[in-house]
């Protein structure tokens, strides 16, 4: 796999290269495996239950009002070791869409077990159901009307108002019915905020790998977000039976 954290033999441009290829070891690198992958990693096994709570403890912290002045000191003065972090998280999220879609594995595997219960219960072959028929009444009513009684444009505007009305209440029901936990609501432009908390925390991690003496309060602002975010996440495995 080719990108910005490899070299152009293969060798990571932060890591420890092997001797032996003519290429001597550079001092202070980080390598792969090492505890500036650890935040990447973690976070590439956050569930969407995870990400929202995460998401909730960030709009509500007044930290996350506005950009650290020391945070963003970190990433001027380090531009390399910024573009190594970004790298690094890259490699392990991926895109934004491909984040999204291992947490949304990471929660299936969660609720294997209520999934099961409800297949074993008879309650899941009962929401397909339900389901089935709130489509088909859906799409029956308004070709009903459109074929019997097209000209009547008032009727046809009725019928897609109670079209809507009917497919948020049966929804709203069927939801209920199945009892599952509902879907969180992921908005892109607050998960990347969360993934700019894991490349600062991965930033000071590298830094720190290479030796960079990092005031406290520096490193402690380039690590606020992920560990508001490992507060979120151990809340909502607190709360999972």
């Not at 956050?46 to 930290?63: H, K, T, Y």
């Not at 996350?64 to 573009?83: I, K, M, T």
Request: net charge positive.
């Amino acid at each position: 796999m080719r990108n910005d954290y490899h070299l152009a033999d293969g060798s990571p441009r932060y890591g420890s290269r092997i001797p032996g290829n003519g290429a001597e070891e550079p001092a202070n690198r980080v390598t792969p495996g090492t505890q500036t992958d650890e935040v990447p990693e973690t976070g590439a096994r956050l569930g969407l239950d995870d990400m929202a709570a995460a998401i909730d403890r960030r709009l509500a912290s007044s930290w996350a009002d506005a950009p650290d002045p020391l945070v963003e000191g970190l990433r001027n003065d380090y531009p390399e070791e910024l573009a190594a972090a970004r790298a690094l998280v890259k490699h392990h999220l991926g895109s934004q869409r491909q984040w999204r879609q291992k947490a949304q594995a990471v929660r299936d595997k969660r609720l294997a077990g209520t999934i099961a219960r409800r297949r074993a219960s008879g309650s899941a072959r009962r929401t397909m159901a339900l389901r089935l028929l709130l489509m088909i009444a859906l799409v029956a009513l308004p070709v009903y009307v459109v074929a019997t009684d097209r000209e009547d444009l008032l009727k046809l505007v009725l019928t897609g108002v109670a079209c809507i009305v009917a497919a948020l209440v049966g929804g709203h029901v069927i939801t209920v019915q199945a009892r599952v936990p509902v879907m969180p609501n992921i908005r892109g432009a607050w998960q990347a905020e969360l993934r700019e908390d894991v490349i600062n925390a991965t930033l000071v991690a590298i830094l720190q790998n290479k030796g960079v003496q990092l005031s406290p309060a520096a490193s402690a602002a380039g690590l606020r977000g992920w560990r508001s975010i490992q507060a979120a996440s151990l809340a909502v495995t607190a709360q999972r039976p």
